[in-house]
């Protein structure tokens, strides 16, 4: 099946400092990317939409200028998250849709981040 | 938006018995996503379905449109199926491919 990577899988970094995480799809190409945030015993919840060469849509509440998604080809997103802070903590997934062109849409995940604000 | 049911929360079973975890959502679908997570967090996409019954392996998922309800069933369980188990399905009102998740079902198979 479809595989979608992250990179890194686990970041830790002092409070202030910036975060850039990379979701890629490997083998197809992926119009649209979406990055979630999942806390400890937490459902997955949508942060943005991305469309490569487009603006990310971002979720209500979801701060536009802290997590900067920059979707630039087919094959990769990136999510900032810009001076982090011990609330940004979480699991960050991501996962690319697949158009089927019918009414059927998937999506395939990526294996996540882990990031820890000291 | 959808609202998403899942149950039950947690779900402990010896090996080798027939597990069922059920998934209701409030708004009608155009296709339904159940999803593995391992304890490390990676997810794993099982099954898409729109109507009927899909098998692969062990598992079998089933969906119920008019009732507006899904059941995931793993036959002959194994530790290694030991995760949490997530229903998603589309928002309502807009674009087909926003997801709402469910809060899954801790699933623990004890040798």
């Known amino acids: 099946g479809a595989v979608v990577s992250q990179h890194p899988s686990w970041v830790i970094c002092k409070s202030g400092t910036s975060v850039k995480i990379e979701c890629r799809s490997l083998?197809?190409?992926?119009?649209?990317m979406f990055w979630y945030r999942q806390f400890p015993k937490q459902s997955l919840m949508l942060m943005a939409t991305s469309n490569e060469g487009s603006k990310a849509t971002y979720e209500q509440g979801v701060e536009k200028d802290k997590f900067l998604i920059n979707h630039a080809s087919l094959t990769l997103s990136t999510l900032t998250v810009t001076s982090a802070h011990p609330e940004d903590s979480s699991f960050y997934i991501c996962s690319a849709r697949v158009a089927s062109g019918g009414v059927l849409e998937t999506q395939y995940f990526g294996p996540g981040t882990r990031l820890l604000v000291l | 938006k959808n609202e998403v049911e899942q149950s039950p929360q947690n779900l402990t079973a010896q090996e080798g018995e027939f597990i069922t975890i059920n998934c209701s959502y409030s708004v009608g679908i155009s296709a339904l996503h159940w999803l593995q997570q391992h304890p490390g967090g990676g997810i794993v996409s099982l099954f898409m379905l729109s109507s009927g019954k899909k098998k692969h392996g062990r598992l079998i998922a089933t969906i119920n449109i008019q009732e507006k309800h899904s059941s995931l069933h793993i036959t002959a369980s194994h530790p290694r199926d030991s995760a949490v188990y997530i229903c998603?399905?589309?928002?309502?009102?807009?674009?087909?491919?926003?997801?709402?998740f469910g809060k899954g079902t801790l699933l623990t198979v004890n040798p």
């Open positions: 998603a399905v589309p928002n309502s009102g807009g674009s087909n491919y926003k997801l709402t």
């Open positions: 083998d197809f190409q992926a119009t649209t």
